[in-house]
């Protein structure tokens, strides 16, 4: 079976750093992906980690533990435009399941 | 343009009626995707493609019907319109090599009434 998941909701202040996990159980692994969603918009790509470890893109970096089944999203020095739902998928052979996706909520 | 472009962008329906929303891509990507989008479900995948006359049910295919004559087009059909699937509908493309990262069009709001 495939399950994903994902804090539901979280809020941050602008400036911090916030950290997203994600856990997933799949019965295939081809690579983690991290998507970033604006209201009433598509999903954009933001990160692919295949190998364990950290992979850095500006102020976006995503990790991956494929033992743990785990992998987080940090964003830094966030800004209000951060404000959006990020979502966590994996990849099983040819098709991508996501979770649910994590709705953050940037303050001032 | 190049990407990938979805069709209407809004729909009405009433419960009964055959709908299709289609998707055209011009990356000629092999990979095509169509994933429902509820409030609480997050995306959820309806059926893929890896190539030209080759689909498989994804995570929740019940009452839709896909083909893919053509590498660049992947049409959805509710074969007959239930209120339950009214919903934000994206299609997306990925190439097999690579990451293979999903693009998605713009979505499609569907609603039956």
């Known amino acids: 079976g495939q399950n994903i998941d994902q804090p539901t909701e979280m809020t941050a202040t602008e400036g911090a750093i916030v950290q997203i996990n994600c856990t997933y159980q799949?019965?295939?692994?081809?690579?983690l992906f991290w998507y970033q969603q604006h209201a009433g918009e598509a999903p954009t790509f933001l990160s692919y980690n295949v190998l364990d470890g950290l992979e850095e893109k500006g102020r976006f970096s995503s990790f991956l533990s494929r033992s743990k089944g785990y992998s987080y999203l940090l964003l830094k020095e966030l800004q209000m435009k951060d404000s959006a739902s990020y979502l966590c998928a994996v990849r099983d052979t040819g098709k991508l399941i996501f979770g649910q996706g994590t709705t953050l909520q940037v303050k001032p | 343009d190049a990407g990938i472009t979805q069709s209407p962008r809004y729909k009405i329906t009433e419960t009964g009626r055959q709908v299709t929303l289609m998707c055209h891509q011009t990356w000629s990507h092999s990979y095509m995707f169509w994933y429902r989008q509820d409030l609480g479900h997050g995306l959820r995948l309806i059926y893929y493609s890896a190539a030209a006359d080759i689909t498989d049910k994804g995570e929740v295919p019940d009452g839709y019907v896909v083909s893919r004559s053509k590498t660049e087009n992947f049409p959805l059909t509710l074969e007959s319109a239930t209120r339950s699937q009214t919903s934000v509908y994206f299609c997306?493309?990925?190439?097999?090599?690579?990451?293979?990262?999903?693009?998605f069009g713009e979505g499609s709001r569907l609603t039956v009434l």
């Open positions: 799949t019965s295939g692994f081809n690579g």
């Open positions: 997306a493309s990925s190439e097999i090599t690579g990451p293979g990262e999903l693009f």
